[in-house]
């Protein structure tokens, strides 16, 4: 079950999972001092002048655990929670609050007990029947939650400030009837049309010695070089610091002895079936009144018991359009897969037995287990090589903190880059020349060139930058300034260049004769004479999405929504070359569609925007704070 939600929703964690890493590069600073606690008072990040402890830390971690494995129905190991980084998330859930915190006090934004209270008896989420359910009854779904009244108060409250600091930063934003009008006509205009493309070919241009110089003459600006600066850097990644750990067979046994659950699997059963439908209404199309339903399901029960082959009888009778084709194969499944009925059948089987007519929402079935596992932890072996690499990504994390912290503390304290590479072992290399705005491969970090630019030549920046390969840290060595460039260091990409502008010039004579063709005899046979391929879209298409192999854009979306139903378009710039359109036919706007839901467009428009304001805001505002890790006791609690 957990396995089939996460392939169900694997965007959103996707998503999810992404901006809980990108929070943790842009706010880890590995800087921290003045700690000594190691209780779970122990500070375990500062946010500015805020504490997050390690006390408070765990408590959300453990509620955060609990909601995952309650939205997965228990079915999701130790393992699992660390590949969706709760640990991260919930850190950064904390970090967070504390950053809203200080924009509030930044711009005296308070929420006293009054309104506290008054929340609690006007929301409708504290009402039943339209009054306040009471404190009694609030205390109550509490106790039953396992959360405490001053948890509960301190929650609502956070709530209520972060609504007053977005209220204040957003409530400014308006959405025009014209932005609605373009985003009902983006969701809901469709069109199925025929077009020709006719592809750019650089590769078939060639360009003259003469002809690159007289470009670049022409371009001498286009092709100058901008002020670029050249970096030391030291890079820690992965394959650097794994050499530096060590893992012995004593310390993976121990893993594994004290780590049982995560290797556990569960109990399973292999099971085929033969499933007879029952209407869920007496108008539905699909499926037959109960009683003829459970008939048929008899006869097929009847069949089994006496021998008929089952995998010929549940392709025969089954109505399982998924299971059928396969003689009514489900595969294995743990317990919690199935709906209840069928599951407790299932596991009541031994394997080869059918069981009697069971009722479930979707109909009667015959069920036959073919196999079954009993639940078992897997021996030592097969799992050796899992605990190790386990255990070399926590020491390596482990590692990469520490030299992390280490190397910032040292440059902070004047030591120069080489000198901490050559100390540490680790290698400092020389960059090529970066211009401003550019990202290069291994410093591929946009904030990473920006402080490149600010800095003074032999300057060193002591906080690392999260990069592809793990974290680097630079220093300027070398500024080259603004300079003209000479024919010589830019002649490759003069002549790409010319390459292609002819090539598209080409592709939009072609294009403009298709166009004269076609009028007078068909897109088809146009694309025939002048070797080209006529195609269509399979289905009608909406704006924004790409049309067929043209791909998308605003030049396209353009012309060919806006041409009326069998009318050939002008060449069209499209990625790769130029393409003719011709409409086959079209979902239109309709305004009087439009007019009935403007306002629900414009509401949810304005909201949007809302919540994109408020994030860039947040984001803003954590460059102002100073978010510190104590790296002991970071350690020690993502370790435990």
Not at 385 to 406: A, M, P, Y
Request: with cysteine; net charge neutral.
């Amino acid at each position: 079950m957990a396995l089939g939600f996460m392939r169900r929703h694997r965007r959103w964690l996707n998503i999810s999972l992404g901006l809980v890493i990108a929070a943790f590069i842009i706010l880890y600073i590995p800087a921290f001092s003045g700690v000594t606690e190691r209780g779970a008072g122990a500070t375990l990040v500062a946010v500015g002048p805020l504490p997050i402890t390690v006390g408070e830390y765990q408590k959300a971690f453990l509620r955060t655990r609990e909601m995952y494995q309650s939205l997965y129905q228990g079915r999701l190991d130790n393992e699992a929670l660390k590949r969706l980084g709760l640990e991260e998330q919930t850190l950064q859930t904390l970090i967070d609050e504390r950053v809203l915190q200080l924009e509030a006090q930044r711009l005296g934004i308070k929420v006293d007990d009054d309104t506290v209270r008054q929340r609690l008896a006007t929301s409708p989420e504290f009402q039943e029947d339209g009054r306040f359910m009471g404190a009694d009854e609030i205390r109550r779904r509490l106790d039953m939650r396992g959360i405490s009244v001053a948890d509960f108060e301190e929650d609502l409250r956070r709530r209520i400030l972060r609504e007053r600091v977005a209220s204040l930063i957003t409530d400014g934003v308006m959405v025009s009837a014209k932005e609605a009008e373009d985003e009902f006509r983006r969701r809901n205009e469709q069109i199925k049309a025929e077009y020709v493309m006719v592809p750019a070919e650089p590769g078939a241009v060639t360009v003259g010695e003469a002809d690159v110089r007289a470009r670049f003459e022409a371009n001498k600006d286009r092709y100058a070089f901008p002020e670029r600066r050249v970096l030391s850097y030291l890079l820690l990644d992965v394959p650097t610091l794994q050499p530096r750990v060590t893992v012995t067979e004593v310390e993976e046994r121990a893993y594994y002895e004290a780590h049982q659950d995560e290797f556990r699997q569960d109990e399973q059963v292999c099971a085929s079936h033969v499933l007879i439908k029952v209407k869920a209404t007496p108008e539905a199309a699909e499926g037959h009144p109960d009683e003829e339903a459970r008939k048929l399901a008899q006869s097929a029960l009847d069949q089994a018991r006496a021998g008929a082959d089952f995998a010929a009888l549940a392709g025969k009778m089954s109505e399982d359009q998924g299971s059928a084709p396969q003689g009514g194969a489900l595969g294995c499944f743990p317990r919690g897969r199935m709906v209840p009925e069928f599951e407790n059948a299932a596991f009541s089987l031994k394997a080869g037995e059918t069981s009697d007519l069971v009722k479930t929402q979707y109909g009667y079935h015959v069920i036959r287990v073919t196999s079954r596992t009993e639940e078992s932890v897997p021996a030592f072996g097969p799992v050796k090589d899992r605990i190790h690499q386990t255990l070399v990504t926590q020491r390596v994390r482990s590692l990469l903190e520490e030299q992390l912290q280490g190397i910032s503390e040292a440059l902070r304290h004047g030591k120069a880059l080489d000198d901490v590479g050559k100390e540490r072992g680790f290698p400092v290399q020389k960059s090529a020349p970066v211009a401003r705005g550019a990202v290069t491969p291994p410093l591929s970090s946009p904030a990473l060139v920006a402080r490149a630019f600010e800095l003074k030549r032999g300057e060193t920046e002591p906080e690392p930058f999260p990069v592809a390969a793990g974290y680097a840290f630079i220093s300027l060595q070398e500024v080259q300034p603004p300079r003209p460039a000479e024919l010589k260091e830019v002649q490759d990409k003069v002549a790409a260049d010319l390459r292609e502008e002819k090539a598209l010039e080409a592709a939009r004579l072609r294009a403009a004769d298709l166009k004269a063709r076609a009028d007078a005899a068909g897109l088809e046979k146009a694309a025939g004479t002048l070797g080209l391929v006529r195609k269509e879209t399979p289905a009608l298409v909406s704006r924004g999405q790409p049309l067929a192999d043209l791909g998308t854009s605003a030049a396209l979306d353009e012309v060919a929504y806006a041409l009326p139903e069998n009318t050939l378009s002008d060449p069209i710039r499209v990625p790769g070359g130029w393409a003719v359109v011709r409409v086959l036919e079209k979902k239109a706007f309709d305004p009087a569609a439009f007019e009935k839901e403007k306002a629900s467009l414009i509401a949810t428009l304005r909201q949007q925007r809302k919540d994109e304001l408020f994030r860039a805001y947040m984001q803003e505002a954590r460059k102002r704070v100073t978010v510190q890790r104590n790296a002991e006791a970071f350690r020690r609690v993502m370790t435990s």
